[in-house]
């Protein structure tokens, strides 16, 4: 099946191809700017939207022929492996929540990368200096690679709720893969920004600086490896990722990453420093890999029942506590700013426990319950002055004895690294019958590793980096431990009303997802915006750090400077987050909503649209 952009790409390719290592390019191609991206879409018998159209459109392809919301969503997943493999792919790992509209239930399932059995605590001491490595060495390494588990996050979705088989759910992305796709300017943009480290590499070099470049936007983009490798998985199951040849392959990759030894770093970057160390992933941590079946977080915030996902993602219960801790104000009676002084507040304080508390919960005594628990987020809602900022960081809550009750001022607390990037990807689908799925997932910085495992078409993640930088601390809760799940941000995020779907929404980001996802509930719920205008609104970002993090959008106007008036200080990020979404309405209609501009903006499609 065809996508809007394999169709342009096709009849262009035609024209003249050339041929660079493992992508093939074509000529620009002229009206590839052209093609129009929908951010919203209404409508009828299923729904999707993610931050590319080719994904969408197999997601919709899918719908179209009778599958549901979850072969749609490994369609779309693997789809965004070939458009977006900077963000996404089976060399990394994700968090997949899923309505199910027969039972009423929300499931889920953690495809978190873990590290490798062999991996010390020590990893990312440089044992000759006995100093941290730079977070630009281990980036770029095999240390940074934990065990993928996106494929297996796929199978294990097809064979709890899907209809499709593997083979014909990755149809969609070995057509996007063989045929190519049309390169935009995020694309090109993101291989810039790589290209020192990509060069590094020959295996990534040839595949996405081919002739030393970027791909052009609007040349057309192969890569026939990768297309072979979905077609091995198709032919054999994923267990042909985890186990034999590609295994194999992965694991010597990571054990002594493929760099060109001729490489040395450009004289404007001398900098630029990339030992490529030796990682520590084996063919049996691949052999032993596991996917979590998980039950959901779950809070009720106003009408709404508010499902998310449990450590080892702190999406579910950081998201969760926050709406907890304002569900005793008043946002919608309030001013705007006052509003948005309590979403700030309230992340900060969510923020200070999931530093304290949570990590992968086969390692850790992740106290779950109590912070979702709306009694602790009365309590911690004491803590919000409405008119003025806490100082920052506020200290973490107590959440072995708790109450309700407003306790006497806490001690201050020490700042926390945060080393979480912010690459990733996120898309929602909907079908015909109800079912809902809500799934990020990610190799972490974009552009992961940097690796392309060589001959395979794919890029390993960097997601062992999302471990404390520094592990010395015992009482760390996300120190590096073998085995062990990175502590994440993903928050795809399910909510019912009435024990039916009302909006599914989640974004990438680092660690600024869990705020997106905060900020565009609050939008919706609270502020009284449509789901396209709470995904558009300017975002900011409170992680209990001194400054807010904000778009140059939300630093303008009367409620920014009311904001500082109450104690915020500001530093900018250009952007933050790519979220998507999809709106139930009364009416059995489903509002696809992506982002307008955010990432070169996002691509929103139902199946039968309507007004
Ligand atoms: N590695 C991050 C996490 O698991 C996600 C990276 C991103 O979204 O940018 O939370």
């Not at 014909?168 to 480290?197: C, M, S, W």
């Not at 919000?384 to 407003?406: E, Q």
Request: proline residues 8%; contains cysteine.
């Amino acid at each position: 099946m065809p996508s809007v952009r394999r169709q342009l790409a096709t009849a262009t390719a035609v024209l003249a191809l050339s041929i660079t290592g493992g992508a093939v390019t074509g000529p620009a191609v002229a009206d590839a700017q052209e093609i129009q991206k929908q951010a919203t879409a209404t409508g009828y018998g299923g729904a999707v939207s993610t931050v590319d159209p080719d994904a969408s459109a197999a997601a919709i392809g899918v719908l179209k022929k009778g599958g549901n919301a979850v072969d749609a969503a490994v369609a779309a997943a693997a789809t965004l492996g070939v458009t977006e493999p900077y963000s996404a792919g089976i060399g990394g790992g994700g968090y997949f929540v899923y309505y199910d509209a027969k039972s009423g239930k929300v499931r889920t399932i953690d495809g978190r990368e873990t590290a490798p059995a062999g991996m010390p605590t020590t990893a990312f001491t440089n044992p000759a200096t006995g100093k941290l490595y730079t977070f630009n060495e281990l980036v770029s390494s095999g240390v940074s690679v934990g065990t993928p588990g996106t494929p297996a996050t796929w199978e294990r979705a097809l064979e709890r709720w899907g209809t499709l088989d593997l083979d014909e759910a990755l149809e969609p992305a070995i057509d996007v893969a063989t045929h190519g796709f049309v390169v935009d300017a995020t694309f090109r943009q993101q291989t810039l920004d790589n290209k020192v480290r990509f060069s590094a590499f020959p295996s990534t070099r040839d595949l996405y600086l081919p002739g030393g470049d970027a791909p052009a936007v609007g040349s057309v983009f192969m890569n026939p490896d990768l297309a072979e490798t979905y077609g091995l998985l198709a032919k054999k199951g994923v267990r042909a990722f985890y186990r034999g040849p590609l295994a194999k392959d992965i694991a010597e990759t990571v054990q002594a990453p493929p760099k060109d030894p001729a490489w040395v770093p450009p004289v404007t970057d001398p900098k630029t420093s990339i030992p490529a160390l030796p990682g520590y992933l084996t063919t049996k941590d691949l052999a032993n890999y596991e996917t979590l079946d998980q039950d959901p977080t779950h809070v009720e915030y106003r009408d709404y029942d508010v499902y998310g996902m449990a450590p080892s993602s702190s999406g579910g219960t950081t998201v969760g506590e926050a709406l907890n801790i304002l569900e005793p104000f008043n946002l919608r009676g309030m001013a705007t700013a006052d509003a948005l002084h309590h979403y700030l507040e309230a992340s900060a304080l969510a923020f200070a426990d999931r530093g304290k508390y949570v990590g992968d919960p086969a390692f850790v005594d992740v106290p779950t319950k109590a912070l979702t628990d709306p009694l602790f987020g009365k309590e911690r809602a004491c803590q919000i002055d409405p008119k003025k900022a806490a100082a920052k960081p506020v200290p973490a809550g107590d959440v072995a004895s708790y109450d309700g009750v407003c306790p006497d001022a806490p001690a201050a607390a020490a700042d926390d690294r945060d080393t979480e990037n912010i690459s990733t990807t996120n898309l929602t689908v909907a079908d015909k019958w109800g079912n809902v799925v809500e799934y990020t997932l990610t190799i972490e910085q974009t552009g992961g590793s940097g690796i392309v495992v060589p001959g395979r078409g794919f890029i390993l993640n960097n997601e062992l980096t999302d471990f404390s930088y520094d592990s010395t601390n015992p009482d760390d809760p996300n120190r590096i431990e073998p085995g062990k799940r990175p502590r994440s941000s993903m928050s795809p995020t399910i909510i019912l009303q009435d024990e039916k779907p009302f909006l599914a929404l989640g974004s990438p980001g680092g660690s600024m997802i869990i705020t997106t996802v905060l900020q565009t509930i609050l939008n919706r719920v609270d502020l009284g915006m449509t789901i396209p205008e709470a995904i558009a609104a300017p975002r900011a970002s409170q992680r209990n750090t001194l400054n807010v993090a904000a778009e140059p959008g939300f630093q303008t106007g009367t409620d920014f400077e009311v904001l500082k008036l109450y104690g915020h200080t500001f530093s900018t990020s250009a952007e933050i987050g790519a979220a998507t979404a999809i709106e139930f309405l009364d009416d059995g209609r489903m509002v696809a909503a992506a982002e307008p501009t955010r990432r070169g903006g996002g691509s929103a499609m139902v199946v039968k649209p309507s007004p």
